[in-house]
T-cell receptor, first 114, second 112 residues
Framework: KAGVTQTPRYLIKTRGQQVTLSCSPI?????VSWYQQTPGQGLQFLFE???????NKGNFPGRFSGRQFSNSRSEMNVSTLELGDSALYLC?????????????FGEGSRLTVL | GESVGLHLPTLSVQEGDNSIINCAYS??????FIWYKQESGKGPQFIID?????DKRQGQRVTVLLNKTVKHLSLQIAATQPGDSAVYFC???????????FGKGTRLHILP
């Protein structure tokens, strides 16, 4: 079956702009979680959605938001971009939830903020 | 591929030898632990998991050991191959707040 698909794979934005990233989970998976990966901080949890509801949230400012649609596809949005938002954004889907089962990751969306 | 961590600890192992990657976890309430492998340019990939009611679990060429007394997790890879070159992350589920917490990662470098 198809894996987790993230779009776009690469994007460049300037400070102050906003960006929307998309994630299509594995068919049948209702949990989608998002992570930010940077060289300095490693993999950090952003939020998790399960059946269209935000189930958990990491310690990121309100500029970072997300949503999940009825088909389990998820989007995350970052508004008023800052240089420090440059990172690889990873989406993962899970059958049972991000904290109880195997996560299947996409290849990520690499965001560069200039 | 992208640089996952400029200051990651690195383990260099001769091809064919066994590799042991260690991880100290933080939350004594965590009851589920996972190892992930991340190759250059790709997302992390599940390797093996273990629940807190076990102290050892084996997969194909990999073994995870859990020592709850000292909050330590290790991943053993038998007969290391060039394809094992990657960054390895341990993760715990941090039961207190239901979040998955990733360690900083260890880069495994295979020597020919």
């Amino acid at each position: 079956k198809a894996g987790v698909t993230q779009t776009p794979r690469y994007l460049i934005k300037t400070r102050g702009q906003q960006v929307t990233l998309s994630c299509s989970p594995i068919s049948g998976h209702r949990s989608v979680s998002w992570y930010q990966q940077t060289p300095g901080q490693g993999l950090q949890f952003l939020f998790e959605y399960f059946s269209e509801t935000q189930r958990n949230k990491g310690n990121f400012p309100g500029r970072f938001s997300g949503r999940q649609f009825s088909n389990s596809r998820s989007e995350m949005n970052v508004s008023t971009l800052e240089l420090g938002d440059s990172a690889l954004y990873l989406c993962a889907s899970s059958l049972t939830g991000a904290d109880t089962g195997e996560l299947f990751f996409g290849e990520g969306s690499r965001l560069t903020v200039l | 591929g992208e640089s996952v961590g400029l200051h990651l600890p690195t383990l260099s192992v001769q091809e064919g030898d066994n590799s042991i990657i260690n991880c100290a976890y933080s939350n004594s309430a965590s009851d589920y632990f996972i190892w992930y492998k991340q190759e250059s340019g790709k997302g992390p990939q599940f390797i093996i998991d273990i629940r807190s009611n076990m102290d050892k679990r084996q997969g194909q060429r990999v073994t995870v050991l859990l020592n709850k007394t000292v909050k330590h997790l290790s991943l053993q890879i038998a007969a290391t191959q060039p394809g094992d070159s990657a960054v390895y992350f341990c993760a715990e589920n941090g039961r207190r707040d239901d979040k998955i917490i990733f360690g900083k990662g260890t880069r495994l470098h295979i020597l020919p």
